[in-house]
């Protein structure tokens, strides 16, 4: 087993990367590198992309991990009986390809080249109760597209949930930060997260969904600060783009939310403002309708998940 630093990037596939690159624009990325098979996003940290379209019958390819080190990356390939391969993509380094138990392709990359820091656009002062920091100067929001800062985390449905709960703890070093039980000691799936100690992580950075048939839910992206969201929410909606959910703040997580379709119909989710834990916090169990669950917002539509 190794620990993975992080989620690294999602890989889908679609006909048409003029499409799918005019889609992220508006949504919020910033193109890395492209040609004519394939299409590579990145946000405004230092990861050298985040999104990877190839072009095909639309789907969704699988996700990527990134490992702590070169050292770590090769004890995986010695362990599952695989190459250590040059990675041919932005930050070049080196891969691991796995497959899941349902057949998800699983990357794992170490000793990339990082790409420069963007900088943050929307960065408002805010006059917040007694916390009162704007003084003399009108708030002006601008307009635009959310600025993406990175990938937080994946949900994939899958066949067994127990199956595959094992497959990528003993893998990845994952840990779980809330178990969904359908009824006691029935679980639908697992929020897990990366572990690195006493250092804080995301609540959670992969989500299984035990929904016997296995597919993608959704991909998650971080945004810079809450009025980035919104203002990248009327970015969206004047262009036409499909929503599915949101404004809201999820109970689990606690991540201020907003759902977005791309043109072949994956989710995509903007968030911010999310949890922390470390390994201090213990594993909690919760219902489904604390999974489904806003503190404020609209009801999850049915669509969810789909």
Same mark, same amino acid.
């Given at each position: 087993m190794i620990r993975v630093a992080d989620i690294a990037y999602v890989r889908f596939r679609a006909p048409d990367l003029d499409q =799918?690159?005019?889609? /992220? !624009? %508006?949504? !919020? =990325?910033v193109c890395a590198d492209r040609n004519e098979q394939m299409l590579h996003m990145r946000g405004s940290d230092t990861r050298p992309f985040v999104h990877v379209t190839v072009?095909? %019958?639309? #789907?969704?390819?699988? /996700?990527?991990?990134?490992?702590? @080190? /070169?050292? +770590? /990356?090769?004890?995986?390939?010695?362990? %599952? #009986?695989?190459?250590v391969e040059d990675h041919e993509a932005p930050g070049a380094g080196k891969i691991v390809r796995l497959r899941d138990p349902d057949g998800f392709l699983v990357e794992v990359v170490a000793g990339e080249n990082r790409a420069a820091q963007l900088p943050v656009l929307r960065h408002p002062v805010l006059n917040e109760g007694e916390a009162r920091r704007r003084m003399g100067e009108p708030l002006r929001i601008s307009g635009g597209p959310s600025q993406v800062k990175r990938l937080g985390h994946c949900v994939i449905n899958v066949?067994?949930?127990?199956? @595959? $709960? +094992? *497959?990528?703890?003993s893998r990845f070093g994952l840990v779980t930060s809330d178990e969904i039980e359908l009824a006691p000691d029935m679980a639908l799936g697992a929020f897990l997260r990366c572990d690195r100690g006493k250092m804080h992580v995301d609540h959670h950075t992969l989500f299984l969904v035990g929904t016997g048939q296995p597919g993608f839910n959704h991909a998650a992206f971080e945004v810079a600060n809450f009025d980035d969201l919104m203002a990248g929410h009327d970015h969206l909606a004047k262009? #036409? &783009? &499909?929503? %599915?959910? #949101?404004?809201?703040?999820?109970l689990l997580g606690s991540q201020i939310f907003d759902y977005w &379709?791309?043109? *072949?119909?994956?989710?995509? $989710?903007? *968030?911010?403002? !999310?949890?922390?834990?470390?390994? $201090?916090?213990?594993p909690n169990k919760a219902g489904l309708a604390e999974l489904m669950a806003a503190q404020w917002g609209p009801d999850a539509p049915p669509t969810m998940g789909s």
């Amino acid at each position: 087993m190794i620990r993975v630093a992080d989620i690294a990037y999602v890989r889908f596939r679609a006909p048409d990367l003029d499409q =799918m690159e005019t889609f /992220l !624009g %508006e949504f !919020g =990325m910033v193109c890395a590198d492209r040609n004519e098979q394939m299409l590579h996003m990145r946000g405004s940290d230092t990861r050298p992309f985040v999104h990877v379209t190839v072009k095909g %019958e639309a #789907g969704f390819d699988g /996700l990527a991990f990134q490992a702590e @080190s /070169l050292d +770590d /990356l090769q004890r995986l390939a010695d362990a %599952e #009986g695989v190459a250590v391969e040059d990675h041919e993509a932005p930050g070049a380094g080196k891969i691991v390809r796995l497959r899941d138990p349902d057949g998800f392709l699983v990357e794992v990359v170490a000793g990339e080249n990082r790409a420069a820091q963007l900088p943050v656009l929307r960065h408002p002062v805010l006059n917040e109760g007694e916390a009162r920091r704007r003084m003399g100067e009108p708030l002006r929001i601008s307009g635009g597209p959310s600025q993406v800062k990175r990938l937080g985390h994946c949900v994939i449905n899958v066949t067994d949930f127990r199956k @595959s $709960e +094992d *497959w990528y703890k003993s893998r990845f070093g994952l840990v779980t930060s809330d178990e969904i039980e359908l009824a006691p000691d029935m679980a639908l799936g697992a929020f897990l997260r990366c572990d690195r100690g006493k250092m804080h992580v995301d609540h959670h950075t992969l989500f299984l969904v035990g929904t016997g048939q296995p597919g993608f839910n959704h991909a998650a992206f971080e945004v810079a600060n809450f009025d980035d969201l919104m203002a990248g929410h009327d970015h969206l909606a004047k262009a #036409g &783009r &499909r929503h %599915e959910w #949101g404004v809201g703040r999820h109970l689990l997580g606690s991540q201020i939310f907003d759902y977005w &379709r791309d043109p *072949w119909g994956h989710t995509v $989710e903007h *968030w911010t403002d !999310g949890d922390l834990f470390n390994n $201090e916090t213990p594993p909690n169990k919760a219902g489904l309708a604390e999974l489904m669950a806003a503190q404020w917002g609209p009801d999850a539509p049915p669509t969810m998940g789909s």
